[in-house]
């Protein structure tokens, strides 16, 4: 489970780290670095500002969109919504009656045969039927459609809406660090106090130069990491398969998993955030 920073307030531990192994080495690059490679190979400061600009923007709409959410119960039916997400889904998340609350019977009860055969179960927590590949994620305590796993680092679901941001960011970080690390790197390694480099008497300031070396090293184990997880799910995508099919060896059914988890389309937004909710009598 994440460790909230300031409760409350949408911050987690994981998310702050991943921000700061971001920040930090490019602030760093950008401030000292910057003027020797312009003029050394002008290339290198043009490719990093895109790559930083494609690594935030990324990483803010990995974070902030909504991953697939299918409404609660309480919401849908506060939402009247009911024939919306009938329309768009397909058919009915609120079943067939009214839930007794027993898990027992609200498995067999509330999901029609047909639906039980294609895969279709019901959530407990949510009270509504959910699609196959969807799954409730017990940290944002919602059912996600093609639900892929929560990530603490983006602080947000990856699902079905916003899985191609998540892979946007995690290309665009590992391209960024690629060009970001090394270049810092070797600036520091070559950086002089004749001027010669970025005219920043770093060789003066021992433990600066020092911090940002051990900072970069560590940004650098970071983004080794990192490029782990880009390989893992460029695997999972060759195999049409999410994090949790993968972990839990789920087996595949017939037209369900065929459906690919990359170029998939996203699918419209299954709840509004703004609706008037309607005031219980």
């Not at 059914?253 to 170029?263: K, N, Q, V």
Request: aromatic share 10%; charged share 15%; glycine share 8%.
């Amino acid at each position: 489970e994440e460790c909230p920073v300031l409760p409350g307030r949408g911050w987690a531990w994981a998310n702050c780290c991943n921000w700061s192994c971001i920040l930090a080495p490019s602030l760093l690059f950008f401030t000292f670095a910057v003027p020797y490679w312009w003029r050394e190979f002008t290339i290198v400061p043009v490719a990093a500002v895109i790559l930083f600009i494609s690594t935030v923007t990324f990483l803010l709409l990995a974070c902030c969109s909504d991953p697939g959410i299918i409404p609660r119960r309480n919401v849908i039916l506060a939402t009247d919504s009911a024939a919306y997400l009938t329309e768009v889904l397909g058919y009915n998340p609120l079943g067939q009656g009214n839930p007794v609350h027993k898990r027992g019977v609200d498995c067999e009860r509330m999901v029609p045969v047909e639906l039980a055969r294609k895969g279709y179960v019901w959530c407990h927590t949510c009270e509504i039927i959910r699609p196959p590949r969807a799954s409730h994620c017990a940290e944002c305590d919602n059912c996600v459609l093609r639900f892929d796993h929560h990530c603490p680092f983006v602080n947000n679901c990856v699902g079905q809406r916003n899985y191609h941001f998540f892979i946007g960011f995690t290309t665009s970080v590992c391209c960024l660090a690629i060009v970001v690390l090394p270049s810092l790197g070797w600036f520091f390694l070559n950086a002089t106090t004749d001027g010669s480099s970025s005219g920043t008497s770093l060789d003066s300031l021992p433990v600066v130069r020092g911090a940002a070396i051990a900072l970069a090293g560590l940004a650098a184990l970071a983004a080794c990491l990192l490029g782990g997880l880009w390989l893992y799910h460029l695997f999972l995508i060759s195999q049409g398969k999410t994090t949790k099919e993968h972990l839990k060896g789920r087996k595949p059914m017939d037209g369900i998993s065929d459906e690919p988890t990359l170029c998939a389309p996203r699918g419209p937004q299954l709840f509004d955030q703004f609706a008037l909710v309607a005031r219980p009598p």
